[in-house]
């Protein structure tokens, strides 16, 4: 079974930094990524990566902002977040077993999910 810890939200002005990280036990999954939702709004899928190949999904609304990144010794998932918008505000939540990686479909449902880290952009 896979367990997944989010860690590194916060608050930060548009135009700042954050770096995501999820810790995985149990880590075997081909596919991670990250997803988030705001409130009101439906879950979007933000970033992906083939753990063998190590190619990587972005979502549009993401792309050139946000970077995916993995550990493999330390078992840890990153999402470095720059040039942070107020609607980049939202949880944010680390995803295993996903099949957007094969399908190329960000409406695809993870296995695992972690709980989640919040994310607050002001303007």
């Known amino acids: 079974q896979v367990q997944l810890v989010e860690s590194g939200g916060g608050s930060v002005q548009a135009g700042g930094s954050l770096r995501l990280s999820c810790e995985a036990s149990?880590?075997?999954?081909?596919?991670v990524g990250w997803f988030r939702q705001a409130p009101g709004k439906e879950r979007e899928g933000v970033a992906a990566?083939?753990?063998?190949?190590?190619?990587?999904l972005y979502a549009d609304s993401v792309k050139g902002r946000f970077t995916i990144s993995q550990d493999n010794a330390k078992n840890t998932l990153y999402l470095q977040m720059t040039s942070l918008k107020p609607d980049d505000t939202a949880m944010y939540y680390c995803?295993?077993?996903?099949?957007?990686?094969?399908?190329?479909?960000?409406?695809?449902?993870?296995?695992?999910r972690g709980k989640g880290t919040l994310v607050t952009i002001s303007s």
């Open positions: 995803a295993a077993e996903w099949p957007v990686c094969f399908s190329g479909s960000w409406a695809t449902q993870p296995a695992y």
């Open positions: 149990g880590w075997s999954s081909v596919c």
């Open positions: 990566v083939h753990t063998r190949s190590g190619r990587k």
